[in-house]
């Protein structure tokens, strides 16, 4: 039972007092990932058309 509190201990310490500074920026890594999707969406707004194009122009040929 003592190693096992001593474990959870030093997990809450280590969570506490990172040694890397640089480690766990989340709020960095969200906005990373906002701005990727609203990139993303942004071009799919703006070649939705040319994919529809193309997908149904493929598809007319395969169909006999």
């Given at each position: 039972?003592?190693?096992?509190?001593?474990r959870?201990?030093?997990?809450?310490?280590?969570?506490?007092?990172?040694?890397?500074?640089?480690?766990?920026?989340?709020?960095?890594?969200v906005?990373?990932?906002?701005?990727?999707?609203?990139?993303?969406?942004?071009?799919?707004?703006?070649?939705q058309?040319?994919?529809?194009?193309?997908?149904?122009?493929?598809?007319?040929?395969?169909?006999?």
């Open positions: 039972m003592a190693g096992w509190c001593f959870l201990v030093r997990q809450f310490q280590a969570a506490a007092h990172p040694r890397d500074p640089e480690r766990g920026d989340v709020p960095g890594w906005m990373i990932t906002l701005m990727s999707a609203i990139l993303v969406a942004g071009l799919l707004l703006l070649v058309p040319a994919l529809e194009r193309l997908f149904e122009s493929a598809i007319e040929q395969v169909q006999p």
